[in-house]
């Protein structure tokens, strides 16, 4: 009865669209949905509006199957019971109803009914003559007593609550119909890719049937060896990556906003003029596309955003120096496949070997690829293992975090590196795994295998000096960068 489906919507008579998810009723479009999404498009995110719509279909169809209940808080309030009960009889097993929702987790539960508040609230001030669905209240004199009891609280426990009033206020009363709190729970370490491991995963675990992923092996190295979220390095140009003027054998890799970064510099008008803009007129400009935050296919990825190094991009800072010039040269065999390649889109990952040839590479298939080379060198893929859920990439990138935490590195040069600058860990030379990688049959015209590199191990400069120096000569070149664990990169 109810369907959510993709939609481009025009607000105005120009040729201009957003593609929005839109949630279809027997009557047509719920435009009271489409207005909200419409309304917060500049602030929230595709995933946001899919997860928004879902409940709102989850309370019309809710609303479906009860249609003798006219009290819209009493309504709303029994639907948040059910999130958390389902709607089985456990006697009897079967569901009147025939809504069959099985009991949700509290957090998707608390998550629906937030959703769910928000909207009706918003719906509420736009339309003043719609009934609230889960007023807020105000309480008897005892319950008010009870509140404010919960805030002096909170005000003592509070770091800064001595800048708090000193009375709650009335208006921040809350709403009626609230999620269930959950049990507090001690934090432990994030799950992380061993890092043992690691090189084995690049160089064994990246190649199959003596076929190397060099696309594979760049990626893992941005998330491993950078700390970059699973979904930022879909956005990357092939321009972005460059030598770096420094230190020439290290690769230089500059994530750009996927919106307001910088176009690439070679970027001409019509009359070969150098051209300046940002990334979202570029591909509208030059490929007809829109920045992949707001795709609605599996071509989507995501940008959390948080701290950028500069206007607006996010530079690299390799935890292990070598792990740069590793990508460098990982890069120039890359680009040598893609050379061969048709494309109509400037994104660096592309598909190599299955249609549409040329084609944006995504993170689906990324994760796949992951998973199959853990296989491939005998790691269960599991949360444990670096992947929570099914297959998703994240740990890999919270190894970066956690190997700052485990190092020999002092109390600030640590804090230093979980701010993304890099740790002065060296190898001695011949110990480098990608000079023992050999050219694909298409590259050299043989049917060489490779071969994995063997283990090396990490030489800790032993020298504070040695290690102050780099740190000052570091720190005048470039400012340190936020890390993706900081908290402050954590917001949404």
Known sequence: MFVTVKARVYTDATGVYTELPVLLTPAGVLESLLDYCLYRSHDRSLMWMKKVTRSVRMFLEYLQTNPTEHDSYRLFQNFAQRLYTGTFDLETGIDPSRLCWAPRSPQDASHIIANLTDFFDWLSEMRPEVEKVNPRYSGGAFDRQTDDAAYQFRRSKAFLGHSWATNASPARTGHRV??????????????????????????????????????????????????????????????????????????????????????????????????????????????????????????????????????????????????????????????????RMERDHPFAFINLNRAPLGAMYTLTQYNKAHAAACERIGLTVSKTLGRPRTVTAMPMAAAYSTLASTSSLSAASCTTLLWRARKFIRRPAAERPWQNLQLLPSDCGKDTPVRPPQPTSCCTASSAMYEKLLWLRRKQSQRPRVSPFHPTRRKE
């Open 178 to 339: 609230r999620g269930r709190r959950l049990p507090k729970v001690e934090k432990g370490e994030p799950p992380a890719f061993p890092e043992e491991r690691f090189e084995e995963l690049l160089f064994k675990g990246f190649c199959a049937v003596g076929r190397p992923d060099y696309r594979g092996m760049l990626i893992t190295l941005l998330l491993h060896g950078a700390g970059f979220r699973e979904s930022e390095p879909f956005h990357l140009y092939i321009s972005d990556v460059f030598p770096d003027p420094a230190t020439p054998s290290q690769a230089k890799v500059l994530i750009h906003h996927p919106s307001y970064g910088s176009a690439p510099v070679d970027w001409c008008d019509d009359l070969g003029r150098p051209r300046k803009g940002i990334r979202a007129e570029y591909l509208a400009h030059h490929f007809g596309l829109v920045p992949r935050t707001d795709v609605m296919d599996r071509r989507h990825a995501g940008w959390k955003g948080g701290t950028h190094d500069a206007a607006y991009y996010k530079l690299a800072f390799w935890f292990l120096p070598e792990y740069g010039e590793w990508f460098l040269h990982l890069w120039h065999r890359y680009l040598e496949q893609v050379a």
